[in-house]
């Protein structure tokens, strides 16, 4: 079970191993390490490779990526812990400038929603990045989006990607969006509806989009 044109044998313990699914969320499972471990034993997986989930994984520079490919994204600003901790007013006042409230802070590289918060008002602010904090030293505050709505879609292909049909995420728990606590503690924090009940012309943008982050990310 050799992967073409490498001579590395696998390990006697997965030697029988065809193929691995790498079903796994979150940190150690979908940014590349077990991917990077994989490749290391030879051993073929389905999935993202190491680039792929690695900056997929990390939101900012993900957005750094996207923004050369010209997708469109919404205002933000990558703060690092450091830089947190020695200039917390100055950055506080460039959100107020720049970025305008209600925004939503969050750490780079996790996932599920954990460690997210909305805010408000300076207060909420300082809140928000002493939660994120605990889980990253680096932090992505987004500009909130009037009226948004949770949109996604599948992308499978490899080198000729297609998309699915759009499914929309409708949340309905007090958090107004979709909180960790909405998406596996409240069983009515939020409802799927498949398709999304979108114009065929934003369907077909919301489709054509992801495919291009697809293809930008190299999944």
């Not at 077990?34 to 389905?46: R, S, T």
């Amino acid at each position: 079970n050799r992967i073409p044109g490498r001579n590395i044998e696998p390990t006697a313990a997965i030697r029988s191993v065809d193929v691995i699914f790498p079903v796994l969320h979150g940190p150690y499972g979908e940014d590349g390490t077990v991917q990077g471990l994989l490749e290391l034993a030879n051993v073929p997986y389905v999935g993202a490779g190491v680039l792929g989930s690695a900056v997929g994984m990390d939101k900012a520079v993900m957005k750094t990526l996207f923004a050369a490919h010209g997708l469109p994204l919404v205002k933000h600003l990558t703060v690092m812990r450091r830089d947190w901790e020695r200039n917390a007013a100055s950055i506080t006042t460039h959100v107020q400038r720049e970025l305008g409230y209600p925004v939503f802070v969050k750490p780079a590289n996790l996932g599920s929603s954990v460690g997210i918060s909305r805010a408000k008002t300076d207060a909420d602010l300082c809140e928000a990045m002493a939660l994120a904090l605990r889980f990253d030293r680096k932090i992505v505050i987004e500009a909130g989006v009037p009226n948004v709505r949770e949109v996604e879609c599948a992308v499978l292909g490899n080198d000729d990607p297609e998309a699915s049909i759009p499914g929309e995420i409708i949340v309905t728990h007090r958090d107004g969006f979709y909180s960790y606590t909405a998406k596996y503690i409240d069983p009515d924090g939020a409802i799927t509806k498949i398709p999304a009940d979108l114009p065929a012309a934003v369907i077909e943008r919301v489709r054509r989009l992801s495919i291009d982050a697809f293809r930008a990310l190299e999944l």
